[in-house]
């Protein structure tokens, strides 16, 4: 049996190119029992406005953020789980993160991928046409 590696899949879950994105994998690259996929989605949570320039209560704006921030997370994770569900099905160990950060999705995805030591980052493509879709399957990097 060849040497286990170790995948990271950041997909945004709600394109509709991250079903096609873990299909492909699934059917062309990841192999049932030896890989560990890390299926990650990343949350950035900056903003660049002032509350009170809405008109709105600090503490009220700052009680609503955190309950936008837990029903965001939830979605997400909610959405994560049939892709987990389809890797789990094909015999692939499957653990999803979601990272929550202020940082750009960019580096939040490089950094969980060097952090983690994988061998392997693969990205989604979102809302591309077919052909730059069929490039952006293989945005991967060997480390």
Known sequence: MSKQRKVVVALDPSSEEASYTIDWIVDNFLIPKRDEVH???ALCLNSDFDVTELGMNV????????N???EVEQ??????QPFAKKLETANIKCEVELIKSNADSRNIVVDYTEKEKA???IMGS???SVWKRFAGLFSFELF
Request: aromatic fraction near 8%.
């Open 39 to 41: 299926l990650i989605s």
């Open 59 to 66: 503490n009220y704006a700052a009680e609503y953020a955190a």
């Open 68 to 70: 936008l921030e837990k």
């Open 75 to 80: 979605k997400t994770n909610d959405a994560m």
């Open 119 to 121: 061998d392997v980052l």
């Open 126 to 128: 979102r809302d591309l």
